[in-house]
């Protein structure tokens, strides 16, 4: 294969979430999260398992970054943990949870590292939902000063912030398929949690904006093509309609100031949607929403082939819909799909216009371990890795403002409802003893920083 040099200043990273790693979930005054509450709850997570102790991140943190830093990271994406900030949601501020972000912070910025902090990745304190969660308006205004908070404290030395991560995750499969946290089947408590996390995003940029100077304010959503399984009209109709509840149920609101229309319709006519409880097209929370950024964050695993027959109720969307034949899966059923990745950047450019864009996840769960020298052959993992950087490389020659790539992850880690039964780690954790062993994938792409270039 022949060597794709990127452009010079691209952002090479790896990026984690708080609840996935850090553990020390009752320490320095942390409250309780919805993940917290939902992996405790009976037959949700597969093998049983929880974050309490995840990879001990928040003991560990300082042999992480020095990880980082021997894997030649330029840039490193992790998530703060609201509930260490505001245990209680909102009022008393935690300043113990705020500090560890700060020394982190901090270490990494003398490591030469640049921290992109993500504001909410999924643990919301459980108290605000007993109040409804993103279902209910009055979160808004929560994380808005939960933001104020965070931003003012670090916005001096943070200068990359991303408000949400996946909010179509955060919302319709924690409130509508039940799978993910708070673990609700509801879908007007899934659509009005849209709006919210929207919401809050918009009015959030302004206020990290201002305390954060010369801040990079940006969402991150996860994309991908929709394509219909066969040539039928009926499939050709359901791949619009994933198509629009997935991908441009967000990216309309941020770029156009409006929900699409025919997804409004189909929720409407599905009986999804009561138009009179949630002010969709509410003038003033669609100019909010679609508040100027200066980056989208973009979480790019596969593409998803869609049946008519198979998505009436949506009920178990992200399984039932990833159905292409023929192709290769990774060990979380996922479909590899690199070129996906290249018509996702294209079209974001093309029809939104996105100015600035990252590639904020891309890897793949294989559960190759270490052999009988504690080496971990991972080859699948760079050959996926490699694929999606040359797509990459594709959309960036043909024009599109792709300014960085965040692996996923550093470390395996608590993987959801899948628990640790699935390892995108290009790092090998033994929850055992916590000794992370560096996979080859880990020193593939160590090689790839320090080239610029994938061959
Ligand atoms: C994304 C999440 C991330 C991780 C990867 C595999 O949807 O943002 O936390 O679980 O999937």
New binding site residues.
Partial sequence: MSRREFPEGFVWGAAT?AY?IEGATHEDGRGESIWDRFAKTPSKIEDASNGDVACDHYHRWRGDVALMKRLGLAAYRFSIAWPRIFPLGRGALERRGLDFYSRLVDELLSEGIEPFATLF??DLPQVLEDEGGWANRSTVAAFVDYADAVSRCLGDRVKHWITH??PW?ASMLGYQTGRHAPGLTDWGAAIAASHHLLLSHGLAVPVVRANSRAARVGITL?LGPSVPASPSPEDADAARHFDGHFNRWFLDPLYRKAYPRDIVADYVERGHLDLSKVPLTDASDLEAIAAPTDFLGV?Y?NRSVVRSDRIPEEKNLARSVHLAPESEWTD?GWEVYPDGLFETLVRLRAEYGVPKMYVT?N?A?YRDGPDAHGRVADDRRIGFVRDHLVAAHRAIEVGVPLAGYFL??LLDNF??DRGYT?R?GITWVDYATQRRVPKDSALWYRHVIEENAVE
């Fill in positions: 979430s996935q990745h999924w991560n996946e995750c996860n979480n695993y979380m996840e890897g769960s996923w992850s993987e959801w699935q995108f």
